[in-house]
């Protein structure tokens, strides 16, 4: 059976940090990325890799508080928060694909082909 199955969301303070986990199950990851959607908002790119052993990229938004990074061993995907805001706050999205992307099209969610069922991230005091 093929599935993402997602983990490590929670209720969060305001500076601190998360570590969101993506286990994959009947299929090799190939491109992977994280995606999220706030309320009345469209799904976006959060970060991705582009293949097992790819470049990452980011959105604007998360660089240099978010690490995306991958366990090819376990077939896992993680996204280390750090520094959250209250902007951060969403349905947190893993997306996998068998092969890989090229570029930034790993942002883009049109792309995938398997999700997870998302973990909600609340960034509050």
């Known amino acids: 059976q093929v599935q993402l199955v997602e983990s490590g969301g929670g209720l969060v303070q305001p500076g601190g940090s998360l570590r969101l986990s993506c286990a994959a199950s009947?299929?090799?990851?190939?491109?992977i990325g994280w995606f999220r959607q706030a309320p009345g908002k469209e799904r976006e790119g959060v970060s991705c890799?582009?293949?097992?052993?790819?470049?990452?990229y980011s959105a604007d938004s998360v660089k240099g508080r978010f690490t995306i990074s991958r366990d090819n061993a376990k077939n896992t995907v993680y996204l280390q928060m750090n520094s959250l805001k209250s902007e951060d706050t969403a349905v947190y999205y893993c997306?996998?694909?068998?092969?890989?992307?090229?570029?930034?099209?790993?942002?883009?969610?049109?792309?995938?082909?398997?999700w997870g069922q998302g973990t909600q991230v609340t960034v509050s005091s």
């Open positions: 997306a996998a694909k068998t092969v890989p992307l090229s570029g930034r099209r790993c942002l883009l969610r049109d792309n995938y082909d398997y």
């Open positions: 890799i582009s293949s097992s052993i790819g470049i990452i």
């Open positions: 009947g299929f090799t990851l190939g491109a």
